[in-house]
C-alpha cells in the first residue's frame, strides 16, 4: 500500500546570507587615534510568525472540537437495518387453527388392493363399488348393541358431510372379509361426538344377539378386548356356537373431523383392523 508523500522546507548553505543582503567590512583605523566608530548595519527584519503559529493553534482546536462534535454525534445516530423476524399473521398469543379435512372424493383415501394385502398379510380384492351412503342399523337384542355389528350405520354416521366406504373379499374362496371406511363431518366435535357413542355401546355390550329375519336364524356373539387409545378404540366380536372359531377385529380412529373405521373377519384376523385403518387416515390427511 501507498502512503501520503511528504514535503519538507529546503534550507539554504551555511554561511550564505539571506538573498538581498549587503556585503560589508569595517574601515581599517589609523595607528595614533581610535579608529572609526565600529558599525554594523542593522540586520535583516525578521518575518513575524505569530499570526501563523496563532492561525495553526486555531485550526487544531477548531479540528478538536469539530471530531469531538462528530463522534458524539455518531452514537447518537442509529442505523436501520433489515429486519429478522418473519412476519406472521398470527399473533404470538393466538392458539393455533385446528386442523381441517375434506376430500373432493372420500372414495381417493380407500386402500388398494396392495394396500390391503400389505396391512392384513392377505389375498383379498375390492367387493363391488365403493359405498358412498350409510346403511341401515342391524337389530339386536339388546337395541344398543347394534353398533357392536357396524360403526358406519345410520344412527353413526347418517349426520356427516361425506363418507365412503368398501369391502373387500377373498377371492379364493374363503369366508375372510375386510371393510374399511372414512367419514368426514363440519366439526371436530361432530367427529369426537360419534367416538364417543361408540366407545360407549360397546362398553356396555359384552354379549348380543344379531337379529333377522327367516329364515334365516339369529346370531349369537359377544364384544370384547376393548383397547382404547387416543381417540380411539379398538375390540373384537367373537361368533358363539359356531362350527370354528371366527372373530372380527375391529378399528375406530378418529382426527379431527374424520373418523376411520376398519374390520377383518377370519379365524385369525390378529391385529390388522388397526394397520388397515391407519392406512386410510394417512392417506385422508396427506390430501
Known amino acids: ?4 508523500d511528504s514535503f519538507g522546507p529546503h534550507p539554504t548553505g551555511p554561511g550564505q ?22 558599525w554594523a548595519p542593522p540586520p535583516a527584519p525578521k518575518r513575524s510568525r505569530g ?38 399473521s398470527m399473533p404470538a398469543n393466538a392458539t393455533p387453527k385446528a386442523p381441517f379435512y375434506m376430500l373432493a372424493d372420500p372414495a381417493d383415501a380407500l386402500p388398494t388392493a396392495d394396500e390391503v394385502k400389505q ?3 392377505m389375498e383379498l380384492t375390492p367387493n363391488g363399488t365403493p359405498r358412498t351412503t350409510t346403511a341401515p342399523d342391524h337389530p339386536t337384542n339388546p337395541p344398543n348393541c347394534t353398533l357392536a355389528t357396524s360403526s358406519t350405520t345410520q344412527s353413526m354416521w347418517g349426520d356427516a358431510t361425506q363418507q365412503a366406504g368398501q369391502q373387500f373379499k377373498d377371492p379364493h374362496g374363503s369366508s375372510s372379509t375386510a ?15 360419534s367416538l364417543d357413542k361408540l366407545t360407549a355401546a360397546i362398553q356396555a355390550c359384552p354379549a348380543f344377539t344379531m337379529t333377522r329375519a327367516a329364515p334365516d336364524p339369529d346370531i349369537k ?4 378386548d376393548i383397547r382404547l387409545g387416543d381417540h380411539r378404540i379398538g375390540f373384537t366380536t367373537t361368533l358363539v356356537d359356531g362350527d370354528k372359531p371366527w372373530k372380527c377385529v375391529k378399528d375406530y380412529h378418529v382426527e379431527a373431523n374424520i373418523a376411520v373405521t376398519a374390520s377383518m373377519c377370519s379365524t385369525n384376523p390378529s391385529t390388522s383392523a ?12 396427506k390430501h
Open 179 to 193: 371393510w374399511a371406511g372414512l367419514a368426514f363431518w363440519d366439526s371436530n366435535t361432530a367427529a369426537q361426538a
Open 119 to 121: 396391512a392384513t398379510l
Open 1 to 4: 500500500m501507498t502512503g501520503n
Open 221 to 224: 356373539w359377544t364384544a370384547g
Open 51 to 88: 499570526p501563523w503559529i496563532a492561525g495553526a493553534v486555531a485550526f487544531v482546536v477548531v479540528a478538536f472540537v469539530v471530531a469531538i462534535v462528530v463522534s458524539r454525534q455518531s452514537s447518537h445516530v442509529s442505523i436501520a437495518t433489515p429486519s429478522t423476524a418473519i412476519p406472521s
Open 17 to 38: 546570507p539571506p538573498a538581498g543582503q549587503p556585503q560589508w567590512a569595517p574601515p581599517v583605523g589609523g595607528p595614533w587615534g581610535p579608529a572609526s566608530p565600529q
Open 274 to 285: 388397526a394397520a388397515l385403518s391407519d392406512v386410510v387416515m394417512g392417506k385422508a390427511t
